[in-house]
């Protein structure tokens, strides 16, 4: 119903458009007026009167509809009792009645024996209900039909009948799009506000079990412990100390995103050199998008690729040097990762060495260096900061990465700085905080939003330092 | 003027370049005396410019140009001969360039970098007076010997080609290619380089691109007109200024053309 009352609000505003267009022709060269605007602008006016009423209203129309529906439903006549349930119930009897409203008004035969069964459960009351909310859902679809296809004519109409000489639609129309545009920058941002508060409320919570500084200070990392006391009981303070200890996951996630980095910086730097520098143009054409592909690989295939593959691997050469390596160590995890985040390190340093202005490598050319020396004393130390930028882009990437190290790395926290033991991060540790059935009223799975803000935080300095410095590069050559 | 063998500081015979399949030079010959400034002149895409840059081989790097005919350096070195390392080669052939291009590092490090990478001085003090040296030469000492840290790429327009002009000089060439040094200047910065060009050809041989008439004939000896990738006119510029042998040559200087 929807859908098809949107397709033909779509063909009514070609149809619009084209009114309004062809009135103003005709008004041009038929009725000789001078127009303040070109055509065309009358035909988007007419477009937008016709629309945006309507599609405002079918928006509130959506936004409230629960409220219409328990305005027009839940009455205290039908539910005496109403204003003592809680939001539970409320809802349950909700979807009981919505579940009924599908089949209350059809005739008997129609019903499969289930069906027949529901609706002998249940009570008259709710049965009057069940009609009421079948009538709304009726009003509501004609409602919503009128507002898609009647509203817009009218509207378009009275839009095209104003169209006149006096009538300047360019300024009307740009404003219109200037606020649709706002709108949605806004929107983003809004959202970005929304999560980043959310974040900020939860995290709250969790400080009130747990001291600031036990959180990121200490060195234990026993959430299990907070579900040995009864929530209801409130917890034993020194018991949470430390429980939560933040130390652990942050040299875990260090650790891992170094592993990683010293994979992916040399490994992607001399690529982007490569790319840059020396390969022909066809090779670049191939090899670019090739490498480009690496980070279009979904992260739970390198996740698997590092548990399933790589960790036995390096257990096994390990183990034939006399090295002890646990099954799941920082190191599987970090090389897995380090490969993912080769394109990043070695795409963006490509752009930066490519953005290099060729006049500067003639120059150096010209005084007799050779490439290599080019390369070495020109082009890097001039792309220097945009390569730095990469690099710290590469580094916010391995921190926040998560699937890797679920599937590859331990769960068990571990404070170490040794890439061949286990190690658990930040992330992993934010997924296993929120696995399974969880309530929002202990530490164990509040600590998930402290987590997630502080790794938030991290990586947004990270991001800003890293634009930053491009933006200095940038700024060079300007 | 006598002609002699040791006289040219590069002579070419029968030079052709192609890009891909296009022909940008046709045939030419031409010789270049030591110590003489040669202005090559012509309408835009006439091909000076790629001709100059077949002089110290700036044109390898493009894959689709394919350089044909004879060069010479002093008569005897094959510019384009297996014999001779196209660094070698640049180290003896300069350039300067249309857009003053200093490398975003420190003023010193711009003039030192070429004598650093040709081993030219042996220890910081000799690089020092090269740096001080070749500056002086191209009248920039004077302005910039406060700030010789400072990045270049603060100095003004004419500062960074002079600097360019003595980064150039610092390896010590014979010869010097400029292409359209003064296009990106101010009248009063390219008076400046004009000046300078005029006390560098003591010591050295210079070859400029111009797309100015007033400074070939102001800076020039010998002016080379080039038209649609051909020599057409080649000799003593107040000679070509004066009574060109050639009605095109006639018609461009003129202004009736190009």
């Known amino acids: 119903m929807i859908y098809f009352a949107l397709l033909i609000l779509v063909i009514i505003s070609y149809l619009f458009y ?14 000789n007026i001078k127009l303040s605007s070109q055509p065309d602008y009358f035909g988007y006016y007419v477009v937008l009167m016709a629309l945006i009423p309507a599609l ?29 349930w809680s939001d539970g119930k409320l809802g349950l009897i909700l979807n009981k009645l919505n579940n009924l409203s599908v089949i209350v008004n059809l005739p008997l035969d129609d019903l499969t024996n289930g069906e027949k069964s529901i609706l002998n459960m249940a009570s008259e009351n709710e049965l009057t209900a069940a009609k009421n909310l079948a009538n709304f859902d009726k009003i509501y679809g004609w409602a919503n039909l009128t507002l898609f296809i009647i509203l817009p004519i009218i509207l378009g109409f009275l839009a095209t009948r104003s169209i006149s000489g006096k009538l300047n639609a360019q300024p009307i129309v740009e404003k219109i799009i200037t606020y649709i545009i706002k709108g949605s920058s806004y929107i983003a941002i809004l959202i970005t506000i929304g999560i980043f508060l959310s974040l900020v409320f939860e995290a ?11 959180f990121f200070f200490s060195t234990g990392w026993n959430p299990n412990r907070a579900f040995v006391v009864d929530a209801s009981e409130g917890f034993d303070k020194d018991d949470l100390e430390n429980a939560f200890g933040f130390i652990p996951l942050l040299t875990g996630t260090l650790l891992i995103a170094t592993v990683a980095m010293i994979v992916a910086i040399p490994l992607g730097l001399m690529s982007a050199i490569y790319l840059a520098e020396y390969a022909s143009k066809r090779v670049r054409d191939i090899a670019k998008p090739i490498i480009e592909i690496l980070a279009g690989i979904p992260t739970v295939v390198y996740g698997f690729f ?17 090295l002890p390596v646990s099954a799941e160590s920082a190191l599987a995890a970090g090389l897995a ?30 005084l007799g260096a050779t490439r290599s020396e080019t390369i070495k004393k020109v082009i890097l130390p001039a792309a220097l900061a945009g390569i730095m930028g990469s690099f710290l882009l590469a580094v916010s990437r391995a921190i926040g990465e998560t699937m890797i190290v679920v599937m590859a790395a331990s769960l068990r926290a571990n404070l170490t700085f040794n890439p061949l033991e286990p190690a658990t991060t930040i992330t992993t540790q934010i997924v296993t905080s929120l696995i399974g059935d969880v309530e929002f009223d202990n530490p164990k799975t509040l600590v998930a939003f402290a987590l997630g803000l502080t790794l938030f935080l991290m990586t947004l300095l990270l991001n800003i330092l890293a634009i930053t410095i491009v933006k200095k590069y940038r700024e060079k050559y300007e | 003027m006598v002609e002699q063998v040791n006289s040219f500081a590069i002579k070419t015979k029968n030079v052709s370049v192609h890009y891909g399949n296009k022909m940008a030079i046709d045939d030419v010959t031409i010789n270049f005396t030591k110590n003489d400034v040669t202005s090559l002149i012509g309408p835009s895409g006439c091909g000076k410019s790629t001709f100059l840059r077949c002089l110290n081989r700036m044109n390898d790097v493009i894959d689709s140009c394919k350089v044909q005919g004879e060069f010479l350096l ?3 070195t094959d510019i384009y001969g297996d014999s001779i390392q196209v660094e070698t080669l640049r180290e003896k052939i300069g350039m300067v360039f249309q857009k003053p291009n200093p490398f975003p590092k420190s003023i010193f490090e711009n003039v030192a970098y070429g004598p650093k990478i040709h081993g030219l001085a042996s220890t910081q003090s000799e ?28 100095l003004s327009g004419g500062q960074q080609q002079r600097l360019c002009i003595a980064r150039a000089i610092a390896i010590r060439p014979e010869i010097i290619l400029m292409d359209e040094p003064c296009s990106a200047l101010d009248p009063i910065a390219t008076a400046r380089i004009e000046e300078l060009i005029n006390e560098l050809r003591e010591n050295y041989t210079i070859i400029i691109v ?19 990738g051909k020599l057409i006119e080649h000799g003593d510029t107040s000679k070509i200024f004066t009574k060109p042998d050639k009605e095109q040559t006639n018609d461009y200087i003129t202004g009736r053309f190009g």
């Open chain 1, 18 to 31: 084209y009114i309004g267009k062809k009135r103003a022709l005709n008004l041009k060269f038929n009725g």
């Open chain 1, 56 to 84: 405002l209203m079918w928006f509130g129309l959506l936004l409230f509809k629960g409220n219409f529906q328990e305005m027009f439903v839940m009455s205290p006549i039908l539910f005496p009792d109403i204003s003592t």
């Open chain 1, 204 to 214: 709250i919570n969790f400080f009130r079990y747990v001291n600031p500084v036990d």
């Open chain 1, 306 to 322: 590092a548990a399933l593959s790589l960790a036995p691997f390096i257990k096994d050469v390990g183990e034939s040097v006399g």
């Open chain 1, 337 to 366: 990762m380090g490969v993912m985040i080769i394109p990043f390190v070695s795409s963006l340093s490509d752009d930066v060495i490519k953005a290099v202005p060729q006049s500067l490598r003639d120059g150096s050319y010209a």
């Open chain 2, 74 to 76: 002093n008569g005897v």
């Open chain 2, 127 to 154: 690089l020092n007076d090269i740096v001080m040296e070749s500056l002086n030469r191209a009248g920039l000492y004077d302005e910039v010997k406060d700030r010789m840290d400072d990045i270049a790429t603060g």
């Open chain 2, 210 to 228: 111009t797309h100015s008439m007033s400074q070939a004939s102001r800076i020039s000896q010998r002016t080379a007109f080039f038209h649609l």
